[in-house]
């Protein structure tokens, strides 16, 4: 089992670049074209929104919950505002929504009450997190924009992509890698 | 923060426009200020370069 113990390593306050970041970045930097708006949503150190606008040229602005992942962000030269998922974003604006989010199932009762913890859990589907985000970004996207959404199998894909269904996205599965414990997916959601 | 940050902003309760007022200001990047929303009147902080957008109910909790 991926204990959240040990993808919590010693850091407790901003979840840092892991294989699911890389991957992330690595897909968005194949995607994005250079003229186009991207937020990535919960952006942690920074490193994905970094390494997209570095390799793209495109204009990323980034946000997080954690004022602690907002500092880190911004230390690595990243545009970033403190907000609750898309809440502060304006309507239509986004041709690319990154999100990397936080999905490992966690039972009541194992949880931290810490920035980790924020960073990690995603309630007991690990989808606590993921479902209101498909909800609103269709809100924030602009007519022809799209979502590149990370999923790990410990989440389950197949509920996912029904989430996404119902709000009128269609998925296609860009990147599977396996690891040990899970294997991680990059979902482009496009309408 | 950018001003041009702006045109992608708006405040989260309402989704209307924000207005800056700047404080303290290094070369294009906003370091101090706050942003007001032109439909609810709600002020959000701008501190160290970066807008805290959370609502009100979230600003302390979090």
Known sequence: MTDLADRRGIETDVYQPAEDSHLLATVAAEQVDEDNLVLEVGTGSGYVAERVAGETGARVVASDLNPHACRAARDRGVEVVRADLLDPIRTDTCDVVLFNPPYLPTEEGEEWDDWMEVALSGGETGRAVIDPFLGNVGRVLAPDGYVLLLVSSLTGVEAVVETAAESGFSAVALRDESYPFESLTVLKLHR | MKESLLDIICCPLDK???????????????????????????????????????????????
């Open chain 2, 16 to 62: 209307a426009e924000l207005e800056l007022e700047v404080h303290e200001r290094e070369g294009e990047e906003i370091l101090e200020g706050s942003l007001t929303c032109t439909d609810c009147g709600e002020t959000y902080p701008i501190e160290d370069g970066i807008p805290n957008l959370l609502p009100p109910d979230m600003r302390e909790a979090a």
